[in-house]
């Protein structure tokens, strides 16, 4: 599950890629109802996350918060779940749009920009 606002509802489903517009808000909730409690824990990109943002752990639960996305928190997070019966895992591909939009934007005024000076050299013809 994830929310895009601080304040916003969760958006739940199955979805394992989810792209959020840069210096936005993002968090990820993982949780499961088991018995016995389980710990979870999050990974990015096979590293351990709980060093590298703000972590709000629970019984059966965990939240990776991000207030201000930025390219670094782009990647692969993983949910990992353990209780005495053992592992489960799910994963979520995290993007942000606005490194895209910028691209675009350069290259289409780089093209209009070509083509003024086409012009341009064509009428001094």
Same mark, same amino acid.
């Given at each position: 599950?994830?929310? #895009?606002?601080?304040?916003? *509802?969760?958006?739940?489903?199955?979805? !394992?890629? $989810? &792209?959020?517009?840069?210096? +936005?808000?993002?968090?990820?909730?993982?949780?499961?109802?088991?018995?016995?409690?389980?710990?979870? #824990?999050?990974?990015?990109? *096979?590293?351990?996350?709980?060093?590298? !943002?703000? $972590? &709000?752990?629970?019984?059966? +639960?965990?939240?990776?918060?991000?207030?201000?996305?930025?390219?670094?928190?782009?990647?692969?997070?993983?949910?990992?779940?353990?209780?005495?019966?053992?592992?489960?895992?799910?994963?979520?591909?995290?993007?942000?749009?606005?490194?895209?939009?910028?691209?675009?934007?350069?290259?289409?005024?780089?093209?209009?920009?070509?083509?003024?000076?086409?012009?341009?050299?064509?009428?001094?013809?």
């Amino acid at each position: 599950m994830y929310r #895009i606002s601080n304040s916003g *509802s969760y958006h739940s489903g199955t979805s !394992s890629h $989810i &792209t959020v517009p840069m210096d +936005s808000f993002l968090e990820l909730r993982c949780s499961v109802d088991s018995n016995p409690v389980s710990s979870v #824990i999050w990974m990015k990109e *096979s590293e351990n996350y709980t060093e590298m !943002s703000q $972590i &709000t752990a629970g019984l059966n +639960s965990s939240k990776v918060k991000m207030t201000n996305l930025q390219s670094e928190d782009e990647g692969i997070y993983w949910c990992l779940v353990n209780n005495s019966y053992g592992w489960t895992q799910a994963s979520v591909k995290v993007e942000s749009e606005g490194d895209t939009w910028l691209w675009i934007f350069i290259v289409r005024s780089i093209v209009v920009a070509a083509f003024i000076l086409i012009l341009i050299a064509l009428n001094c013809l």
